[in-house]
Nanobody, 124 residues
Framework: QVQLVESGGGLVQAGGSLRLSCAAS????????MGWFRQAPGKEREFVAA????????LTKDSVKGRFTISKDNAKNTAYLQMNSLKPEDTAVYYC?????????????????WGQGTQVTVSS
C-alpha cells in the first residue's frame, strides 16, 4: 500500500499562488488515480481535482477550473496541486488521496489512501 504526505500549505494573500505536494512512499503513484480534496471549517470535505492513473487525463472542480492544476512526477513519486489566483473561499485543509480504481474519481468513497492534510489560508 501507499503512504501519502502533503506539504506546501500556508498563509497567502488573495490573488497569490501555492503549490501543494503529495509525496508518496511504499508504491509508485503511476499505479494510482490521484486526487485532491479539501475541507473548509464547518463544511463537508469536497473534491478539487484528480488525475486518472491510466490516461493522465484530469478532472477539476468547476469553481477552481482555470486556477488549479493537478499534475504528477512519477520519477519523484509526487503529485502536485498548483493553485493560482487564490481566493479567501479556497481556505481549507487540503488532502491528497489515492485509489487503484478509475471510476467515480470525484467521490471520496473510492479513495483508499489519504494523507494527513495541509492547511491553506487565503487572506483578503
Amino acid at each position: 500500500q501507499v503512504q501519502l504526505v502533503e506539504s506546501g500549505g500556508g498563509l497567502v494573500q488573495a490573488g497569490g499562488s501555492l503549490r501543494l505536494s503529495c509525496a508518496a512512499s511504499g508504491r509508485t503513484i503511476s499505479t494510482y488515480t490521484m486526487g485532491w480534496f479539501r475541507q473548509a471549517p464547518g463544511k463537508e470535505r469536497e473534491f478539487v481535482a484528480a488525475m486518472w492513473r491510466t490516461t493522465n487525463n484530469t478532472l477539476t472542480k468547476d469553481s477552481v477550473k482555470g486556477r488549479f492544476t493537478i499534475s504528477k512526477d512519477n520519477a519523484k513519486n509526487t503529485a502536485y496541486l498548483q493553485m493560482n489566483s487564490l481566493k479567501p473561499e479556497d481556505t481549507a485543509v487540503y488532502y491528497c488521496a489515492a485509489t487503484e480504481g478509475s471510476l467515480a474519481i470525484a467521490a471520496e468513497r473510492v479513495y483508499n489512501y489519504w494523507g494527513q492534510g495541509t492547511q491553506v489560508t487565503v487572506s483578503s
